[in-house]
């Protein structure tokens, strides 16, 4: 059985500016989470997909599109992990430092997170419980964030395949078992 992780397409909307306030932040995730993609074609690996589980984002709804030409599941809960401002101010910051307090606050457990580290690996092994029974091929088709730690899920399980320190866009991951 093989598992490919992929991550979306690149999109349009790109980063917002050097220096934001924590409205601005959140008006962009969701201008991201809307944007359109770059699509380019995507090395299927010569392996022959049975199945494929997406993220029902725009952005990877398109791309699993262009990998798999069967019935695709589209899942909420392969969605990105959402960014919550660590605290709200209007004072523009450096975007690197938002992003770096929201990953100490996520890592932490701090209340102004939307969900817990915990929450996100036991939702990834409650959809990868669900998906391995095919014990087929399959395609997960997903976002950075979360490709991260469903990688590091599938390696404890027994996979082998790399360990993704950052997925890149439209190229993907195989874990064989």
């Known amino acids: 059985m093989k598992i490919g992780l992929i991550r979306h397409f ?3 909307r790109g980063y917002p500016g050097k220096m934001v306030s924590s409205g601005e932040l959140m008006a962009w995730q969701d201008e991201y989470n809307q944007s359109d993609v770059i699509e380019k074609e995507i090395d299927t690996m010569n392996i022959e997909w049975k199945h494929c589980y997406s993220s029902d984002l725009k952005r ?29 101010t ?56 979360l490709m991260i730690f469903m990688s590091n899920e599938l ?13 890149e866009n439209a190229k993907i991951y195989v874990f064989e078992q």
């Open 155 to 167: 390696l404890k399980r027994g996979f082998s395949g790399p360990k993704i320190k950052k997925a």
């Open 60 to 88: 990877a709804r398109t791309t699993a599109q262009k990998a798999f030409q069967g019935n695709i599941i589209f899942l909420e809960e392969l969605r990105e992990i959402p960014l919550s401002p660590f605290f709200k």
């Open 90 to 145: 209007r004072l523009k910051l450096p975007l690197a430092l938002h992003l770096l307090f929201i990953r100490m606050a996520w890592f932490f457990n701090h209340r102004s997170q939307q969900v817990t580290k915990a929450e996100v690996i036991r939702q990834i092994n409650k959809t990868l419980d669900m998906v391995i029974k095919h014990d087929e091929n399959l395609l997960i088709v997903g976002h950075g964030g």
């Open 10 to 12: 690149e999109v349009t």
